[in-house]
């Protein structure tokens, strides 16, 4: 089975700019997480849906915002993007009632 | 809240040595689940064990194996025998439900070198 996919693996924007990410999860699950990895430090929780609702959200603005669709893909939006937006975006998924989340690549987003 | 220790930011050791990371965490619940991953240059993160709180049986998957304290609020990761590819950061995780989301709370990580 093909495992969590995100896209684009690469981004450069500019401060003010938006952004949209893209996850794909394993198939058969139904639950997406996001998580931000700022170098040098572990990944943030920012936030969790499953079955298209949002089940709960990390210490993010409002500038953050992430929808599922009814596939269970997700995407990520992140509006007026700061320089402190740099960072690895991470997708993770996971089965109903599972614990363990399976994470993807990651896309590389950095702010100039 | 929910807290995880990585103490060691670094680690470098010659191939075939053994090398233990370590993790300590807090929480206030009585049922958690422990987790650690590895995080290769290329950015994502490999799951390798999960942990519940009520199971302190110590694992070993071939060279890799953890011991799990309860008493000590610790959850350390012993490789035997290291190979250059082994070489990562490896971060610990904690499981905690927020709003009835299952979030992940990472420690800082351990970059582990392995030198040939």
């Known amino acids: 089975d093909a495992g969590v996919t995100q896209s684009p693996t690469h981004l450069i924007k500019t401060r003010g700019q938006q952004v949209t990410l893209r996850c794909s999860p394993i198939s058969g699950h139904k639950s997406v997480s996001w998580y931000q990895q700022v170098l040098g430090q572990g990944p943030q929780f920012i936030f969790q849906y499953y079955e298209k609702e949002e089940r709960g959200r990390g210490n993010f603005p409002d500038r953050f915002s992430a929808r599922q669709f009814p596939n269970y893909s997700s995407e990520l939006n992140v509006n007026a993007l700061l320089l402190g937006d740099s960072a690895l975006y991470l997708c993770?998924?996971?089965?109903?009632?599972?614990?363990?989340?399976?994470f993807g690549p990651g896309t590389r987003l950095l702010v100039l | 809240a929910q807290k995880v220790t990585q103490a060691q930011t670094e680690i470098s050791v010659v191939e075939k040595e053994d090398v233990t990371l370590d993790c300590v965490y807090e929480t206030r619940d009585t049922t958690y689940y422990l987790f650690w991953y590895k995080q290769p240059p290329s950015g994502e993160l490999v799951f390798l064990i999960r942990?519940?709180?009520?199971?302190?049986q110590n694992e070993i998957s071939g060279r890799y194996s953890w011991n799990f304290q309860k008493s000590t609020s610790s959850f350390n990761f012993t490789i035997t025998a290291s190979q250059v590819v082994d070489s990562a950061v490896y971060f610990c995780a904690l499981s905690e439900v927020v709003q009835g989301a299952q979030k992940l709370v990472f420690g800082q990580g351990t970059r582990l070198t392995i030198n040939p």
């Open positions: 942990r519940n709180s009520f199971d302190e």
């Open positions: 993770a998924s996971t089965r109903p009632r599972r614990e363990t989340q399976y």
